[in-house]
């Protein structure tokens, strides 16, 4: 009779638990971008303070666009075509690089194989309870997520680095070489993204390829 009453208990919070998760397919993920220099003196890449960066999901596609001081980079994937394509615009100077899977897959190769370790700390972010991991990557180097279980996107191949976690990452770690770049998420709006997010520019852009973005030949 115990074993029942335990299995039955089990179903409940396993049942309870997969109710609670919120699956979405579409949805506009608003993230806060503060660096971390280590030092109160002006450093170059202190133009990402203050930036933001905005996720745009519809089925197989997203939109990751960051604007800063400097200007807009939009990174493009269509999971129905498997295109990728990246979008920079900097003053004048406007640029289209398209990259293949291949080139995706090398331009994000440090995320290869990352294996997370979760902790029993939690706290509220944007309104919801989030968990704490720490990712650590082949070479060695670690970074803090805060992810939420209650939110799980159909679509992760926009995450890279956080793909492998059970809900959405929240606030997580990145680094631009010795510096430490935190993403917040400030706010989440679960609903419709028109199509026109995903549309590419038909004029005005330098199209390189991911060599060429490189500096190869």
């Given at each position: 009779?115990?074993?029942?009453?335990?299995?039955?208990?089990?179903?409940?919070?396993?049942a309870?638990?997969?109710?609670s998760?919120?699956?979405?397919?579409?949805?506009?993920?608003?993230?806060?971008?503060?660096?971390?220099?280590?030092?109160?003196?002006?450093?170059?890449?202190?133009?990402?303070?203050?930036?933001?960066?905005?996720?745009?999901l519809?089925?197989?596609?997203?939109?990751?666009?960051?604007?800063?001081?400097?200007?807009?980079?939009?990174?493009?994937?269509?999971?129905?075509?498997?295109?990728?394509?990246?979008?920079?615009?900097?003053?004048?100077?406007?640029?289209?690089?398209?990259?293949?899977?291949?080139?995706?897959?090398?331009?994000n190769?440090?995320?290869?194989?990352?294996?997370?370790?979760?902790?029993?700390?939690?706290?509220?972010?944007?309104?919801?309870?989030?968990?704490?991991?720490?990712?650590?990557?082949?070479?060695?180097?670690?970074?803090?997520?805060?992810?939420?279980?209650?939110?799980?996107?159909?679509?992760?191949?926009?995450?890279?680095?956080?793909?492998?976690?059970?809900g959405?990452?929240?606030?997580y770690?990145?680094?631009?070489?010795?510096?430490?770049?935190?993403?917040?998420?400030?706010?989440?709006?679960?609903?419709?993204?028109?199509?026109?997010?995903?549309?590419?520019?038909?004029?005005?852009?330098?199209?390189?390829?991911?060599?060429?973005?490189?500096?190869?030949?």
């Amino acid at each position: 009779m115990k074993k029942r009453i335990f299995l039955s208990c089990s179903f409940v919070l396993v049942a309870f638990s997969l109710f609670s998760q919120k699956k979405f397919s579409e949805a506009t993920i608003h993230y806060d971008i503060v660096i971390n220099t280590g030092t109160d003196k002006p450093q170059p890449a202190d133009f990402l303070d203050g930036a933001t960066s905005t996720v745009y999901l519809k089925g197989n596609k997203s939109r990751t666009e960051m604007v800063s001081s400097l200007g807009t980079q939009a990174t493009v994937i269509d999971g129905e075509k498997n295109t990728i394509s990246v979008l920079k615009e900097y003053g004048d100077q406007k640029y289209l690089i398209q990259l293949s899977p291949a080139d995706w897959l090398d331009a994000n190769k440090r995320y290869a194989g990352v294996t997370f370790s979760f902790a029993n700390d939690t706290k509220e972010i944007a309104g919801y309870a989030c968990k704490k991991a720490v990712g650590k990557l082949s070479d060695g180097t670690s970074f803090t997520v805060w992810y939420a279980t209650e939110l799980v996107a159909e679509n992760k191949d926009f995450q890279n680095a956080n793909k492998s976690l059970p809900g959405l990452a929240m606030e997580y770690e990145a680094s631009m070489g010795n510096l430490i770049v935190t993403y917040t998420v400030s706010k989440i709006v679960l609903g419709p993204v028109p199509f026109a997010k995903f549309d590419l520019p038909k004029a005005g852009y330098r199209v390189l390829t991911y060599a060429e973005s490189k500096g190869g030949k």
